[in-house]
């Protein structure tokens, strides 16, 4: 069998299929419960300096290629996580911390006050005033959070962008700038769903995210682009329901994938080792090393 192990944006792994942000990650339980499946890596939920409801619901709708989210970041606050991240640790797991924050400061005491094996700076939820692509959206403000955080911790930070932008390639080279150890792309598109019969629309917040299959060919482009131009790895996400996906995705660039909206498929938590698998014998049948096939579409631009 093909070795899938290796580094993903700085992080050693067994495999570059990790769990996404904010799916099934709230609990200890849930984190382990994805390492013990077969993810590589699990990422938490994104948690802040202070406890937050979230928006009022209804929080999350399907709709036709994948799910609208309005969760509004709905946290216990770090200073109630750390024992989540050390239950998820006990899957065998890296487990990189998802965190948020206004501005540098904030970034930093939530950075500081959590043990983990890397955080993902989420700078890219597009429904949270004040967080997430509020702030992510502008290249000196993702420069100056990333400094602030790689600046306070010793592990690998990585930085969640947003699709939400004209120019994605500028967020990323801002990520590098500021010492970033990876780029994580992308986070939802912002988008919205109405009710026909009462004109009103669907999610509390009116605005969302768009996930899952319908933003796969977005993420790709973005991943595409990154990888393209930045010295530093990218970790794909947006849409990956197979191993197929995950292939296109690391030939698109990515040095790792992440699964969110196809965990809630009828496999659940067995969606992590059918993606490493297939992988897995796609470089047998082809012969090839899971390095030869990153950033093999590259070759035709
Ligand atoms: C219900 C839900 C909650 C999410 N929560 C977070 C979060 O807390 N932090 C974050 O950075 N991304 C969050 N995301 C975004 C995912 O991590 C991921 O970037 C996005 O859904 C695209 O991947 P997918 O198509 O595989 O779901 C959330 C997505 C969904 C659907």
Redesign the pocket.
Known sequence: MASLSGEVGGIQMANPVLL????L?TTGASLKRAARAGAGGV????VGSIPRDGHRGP??VQVEG??L?A?G?P?PSYTNFQEEIDIGREGGAPVVA?I?GSGPQEFEEVAEGLDADGF?L?L??PHAERY?AEIGCEACKVEAITRAVKGSVSVPVWV?LTPNVADVIGLGLAAQRGGADAV?A???LKAMAIDVESGRPILGNRFG?L???A??PV?MRCVFDLASALEIPVIG?????SWQDAAEMIMAGAAGV??????GRAEGYGIFRSISEGLSNYLDRKGMALAELKGLARRFS
């Open positions: 996404a942000a904010g799916i990650g990422v938490t939920k994104s929080t999350v994948g799910l989210n969760m970041l946290n998802s948020f993902e989420n890219s939820c997430g969640k994580v992308i986070n939802t995210g996930s899952g299959p933003i796969k993420a996400v947006g849409g990956v329901a992440q699964v969110g909206t196809a965990l």
